[in-house]
């Protein structure tokens, strides 16, 4: 069932699923305090639609704005517990970073990192990502975008849940500055192939690497879903697109 929530009737809901399910987890003391705390530093309040966690369309944000500068921006879908964007925004100050996230818990632990770390250049969204992409970033204003380890749903009555589906590569395309790169890894071989399939038949994205995969991105850090699919024997496969420039004559998407 799509996610939803009591609105006014100028509210829409969403006319797809989405690829995660919100679960009442509770947080920890110290994660409920660095929800407190840092959230008005790192955490970008957002206009809502009909959902918890939508953004309501016509509602951009400026990054120049946001981070008080104009830098490189790289984003992250499913950010988990933050580590791989910790670490990259605390070891890259000269990039901003944008941590994309459903999970409350998720989001809390990677504040507290972060401000553990100095990263000043790191901001999270608690919403759903393909919304993000076609509702709160602006048109080209991403530089790399980041989807490592989604839910593969592998059972195969929820694999319509899948993030990276036939829509997916027309709102990365859209966020994507011409020549910006979508990076991927997951441990489901199936899902890899599926990733593939799509990215392969979409006209504004082109392979950014030779061979079968993609050689393992070396700004990724170890996470516990790369080792937790190591430690049951899955191979991790790495995908890398790199957004086409529209022919002649032809818009944006």
Do not use: C
């Amino acid at each position: 069932m799509p996610e939803s929530s009591a609105v006014g009737p100028e509210k829409r809901f969403r006319d797809r699923p989405v690829s995660f399910v919100r679960r009442s987890g509770r947080m920890s003391e110290g994660q409920e305090r660095a929800w407190d705390e840092l959230s008005p530093r790192y955490l970008l309040t957002v206009e809502r639609d009909a959902a918890a966690t939508s953004i309501r369309p016509g509602s951009p944000v400026d990054p120049a704005a946001v981070y008080g500068r104009t830098a490189p921006l790289v984003v992250e879908i499913g950010s988990g517990q933050g580590h791989a964007i910790v670490h990259a925004s605390s070891t890259t100050p000269g990039t901003d970073f944008l941590a994309v996230e459903v999970f409350r818990a998720g989001l809390a632990r990677t504040m507290l990192d972060a401000d553990r770390a100095g990263a000043r250049n790191l901001r999270l969204v608690e919403a759903n990502a393909p919304e993000v992409l076609e509702h709160l970033l602006p048109e080209g204003s991403v530089d790399e975008l980041w989807v490592f380890f989604p839910d593969p749903w592998h059972k195969k009555k929820h694999t319509k849940r899948r993030l990276v589906a036939p829509p997916f590569p027309a709102v990365a395309a859209r966020a994507l500055r011409d020549g910006g790169v979508l990076r991927l890894a997951t441990d489901w071989e199936d899902y890899a192939l599926q990733m593939r399939d799509v990215l392969d038949e979409a006209p504004l994205f082109s392979r950014d690497f030779e061979g079968e995969w993609a050689p393992r991105f070396e700004g990724r850090v170890m996470t516990a879903f790369e080792r937790k699919g190591i430690a049951k024997g899955r191979e991790i496969r790495d995908l890398a697109y790199r957004r086409a420039e529209p022919t002649s004559g032809a818009g944006r998407t």
